[in-house]
C-alpha cells in the first residue's frame, strides 16, 4: 500500500468530515495525523482495511476523543463527546461516499470566507485542502514560517470567535461566495505561473495545487460554469508552463516560445472545458480569459494569432468585468490587431487615472508600444519606470536587455 499517495487523495476528503465532526481544525488535524501514524504502524501487518478514508476518520475521531478524555475540560465537554463517540452505525455513515463531496464544499466555503483576510483564505486553503506545510506555504509566498504559522492561528480563531458556519451557502449567496472561493484558486494559480518576487518565476508546485484544487470544485460543482472555466483556464495557462523560462533562468515571451513544447494534452482538455463553460454560461469573468487562452493555445505560430479576435473578447471581458488590468490587457490587444499607436492612445487615460501606480506592466506595455513605433528615446524612458517598479529577479533582467536595446537605437545614427 503507498501510504504516501493515499495520504495525498484522502486527506483533504477525511479532514473536512473531521472538521465538520469535531468543530475543530486543529484538533481534526492533529487526530488525523496520529491516525495517519497509526496505519503506518497495523496496516503493513493488518492488511488495509476495505475502507480506508473511513477506517482513518473513525481513527481520528478515537484519538480525538483520547484526547479531550486526558484535558481538564473532560466535564464541561462530556455531552460533545458523547456526540463524537462512534458507533458502528457513525463508522458506517462515515463511509458513506455521497457525504464526502458536501464535506469538502463546506471546508473549501469555510476558508475562504469573507470575514478572513485574503491572505488568510490563501493560506488555510492550501493548509487544509492542499495538505501543504506551513513551511512550504511561507517559502511559496515569501514570508517566514512563524509568520505563516501566525497568520493560519489568526485564521483559525476567527472562525471559532465568529461563528463563521461550516456550510455551503445557499441562494444567492452561493454565486457571490463562489466569486471568493475560484478567486483564491486562482490567485494561487498565478503567483506558482509568475510569482510576484524573488529568484523563482515559475512555482510549478503551486500551479500543480492550484490546479488539483480547480478539479475539485469543478467535480463538486459540475453545474457551475464559472468552476469548469476557472480549469480550463489554469489548464490552457498551464500548458505553456515549461515554456517560460529558458535553461538559464531568463524570461522568455508568449512570441518567443517553442509552441512544439506545450502540453497538447492540457490544451485539447483546457479548450473543451472552455467550450462548454461558454456554451452552458455565456460571457463569465474566467469564461472569457479561458477563451482568450485558447486562441493562444490554438495558434500555430505568434503571427497566426487571431489579435482581432482576442481584442474583441477583452473588449467584452471590460464591459462586463471592468477593471484597470482588464483595460491595459485590452490596450495591448488592440497593439496587437490594429497597432500601437491606437494602443498608445488607449493607454494614456489609464496611465492618468493612477488605478495602476506602481504596477510594472503599465510602463513595460508602454515601452513596447513606443520601441514598436520606433520612438526609443520615449521607450527607453518607460523601461527604466518599469524597472523602478518590478520586483522579480527574471522580469527585471528582461526588463534591463530591453531597455540596452532601446537606448543601443536611441544612440544609433538615422539614416
Partial sequence: ???????????????????????????????????????????????VPSSPRAWLISTARHKALD?????????????????????????EEDADEDAVPDDRLRLIFTCCHPALALEAQVALTLKTLGGLAVEEIGRAFLVSPATMAQRLVRA???????????EVPGGPLLAERLDGV???????????????????????????????????????????????ALLGLMLLHDSRRRTRIDARGELVTLEEQDREQWDRKEIAEGTSLTESALRRGGAGFYAIQAAVAALHAQAAGAEETDWPQIA????LLLRLHPSPV??????????????????????????????????????????????????????????????????????????????????????????
Fill in 67 to 91: 484526547r479531550r478524555r486526558r484535558s481538564r475540560i473532560f466535564a464541561a465537554k462530556r455531552s460533545e463527546i458523547a456526540y463524537l463517540s462512534p458507533s458502528a452505525a457513525d463508522t
Fill in 326 to 415: 482588464v483595460a491595459l490587457n485590452h490596450a495591448v490587444a488592440v497593439g496587437m490587431a490594429e497597432g500601437p499607436a491606437r494602443a498608445l492612445r488607449l493607454l494614456e487615460p489609464l496611465a492618468a487615472s493612477g488605478e495602476l501606480r506602481g504596477y510594472h506592466l503599465l510602463p513595460a506595455a508602454r515601452a513596447d508600444l513606443l520601441r514598436r513605433l520606433g520612438r526609443f528615446a520615449e521607450a527607453a524612458a518607460a523601461y527604466e519606470e518599469a524597472l523602478a517598479l518590478v520586483q522579480h529577479d527574471a522580469e527585471r533582467r528582461y526588463l534591463a536587455r530591453r531597455l540596452a536595446q532601446a537606448r543601443a537605437q536611441r544612440s544609433a545614427p538615422h539614416p
Fill in 312 to 315: 474583441a473578447l477583452y473588449a
Fill in 156 to 166: 483559525k480563531a476567527k472562525i471559532r470567535g465568529a461563528g463563521i458556519p461550516y
Fill in 182 to 228: 475560484l478567486r483564491v484558486v486562482y490567485l494561487v494559480f498565478n503567483e506558482g505561473y509568475a510569482a510576484t518576487s524573488g529568484e523563482v518565476f515559475v512555482r510549478h508546485e503551486l500551479c500543480a495545487e492550484a490546479i488539483r484544487l480547480g478539479r475539485l470544485l469543478h467535480g463538486l460543482l459540475p453545474s457551475e460554469p464559472e468552476a469548469t
Fill in 1 to 47: 500500500m503507498d501510504l504516501e499517495r493515499l495520504y495525498r487523495e484522502e486527506r483533504g476528503r477525511a479532514l473536512a468530515t473531521l472538521i465538520r465532526l469535531l468543530g475543530d481544525f486543529d484538533l481534526a488535524e492533529d487526530a488525523l495525523q496520529d491516525a495517519f501514524a497509526t496505519a503506518l504502524e497495523h496496516w503493513p501487518r493488518q492488511g
